[in-house]
């Protein structure tokens, strides 16, 4: 089990394997970070689907609009979504996009990003100053590593739930 030295600050996700524990980096990216939790402690990321999982690149999930399991999965939308709340400005930082690192989702717009985020696989420097990095995988990552591939995949994973530490 990771040490948990921010409960406020650690997400916990579950997925079919185990739990994944994230630690956010509010000085880094707080606006990023403050809409993780926000979005957690609603539920909203509950049964969504990772609807694009690149071997050897990244798994990518957070559609709340689209890829919610039990709302409707639509393998052609997913993807494509964000949530209710307003997309984020870019807040990018000298944090390299590492393995493990939770980098933010976004269009062409570099201050598109809303709910949607990344785990990446492996170090994806090409990445570097071009998305927000806010977080990065503290224990479980071989759970993330197990996570089925595709664009989108045909049966794809979910995560089961996701918490705030300091609510769990």
């Known amino acids: ?16 394997d185990g739990t994944v524990t994230i630690e956010l980096l ?8 403050e809409r993780m939790k926000t979005l ?16 050897g690149f990244m798994a990518q999930t957070g559609d709340v609009e689209h890829a919610n399991m039990e709302d409707g999965y639509n393998p052609r939308r997913a993807g494509t979504g964000g949530s209710d709340l307003p997309d984020l400005p870019a807040e990018f930082s000298r944090i390299p996009h590492d393995r493990g690192t939770l980098g933010a989702a976004r269009s062409q717009n570099p201050n598109s990003a809303n ?34 591939r595709g664009e989108p995949p045909a049966n794809p994973d979910r995560m089961i739930s996701v918490k705030v530490a300091a609510d769990a």
């Not at 402690?41 to 509950?46: L, M, N, Q, S, V």
């Not at 049964?47 to 999982?53: E, T």
């Open 40 to 55: 957690a402690r609603a539920g909203a990321y509950d049964n969504v689907a990772f609807h694009r999982v690149i071997d």
């Open 115 to 148: 709910s949607q985020f990344f785990i990446s696989f492996k170090d994806n420097h090409f990445l570097n100053g071009q998305y927000t990095v806010y977080g990065r995988v503290i224990g479980g990552m071989e759970h993330v590593d197990a996570i089925t």
């Open 26 to 33: 509010p000085d880094v990216a707080p606006q990023h970070v």
């Open 1 to 16: 089990m990771a040490e948990i030295r921010d409960p406020e600050n650690t997400i916990l996700m579950e997925l079919k």
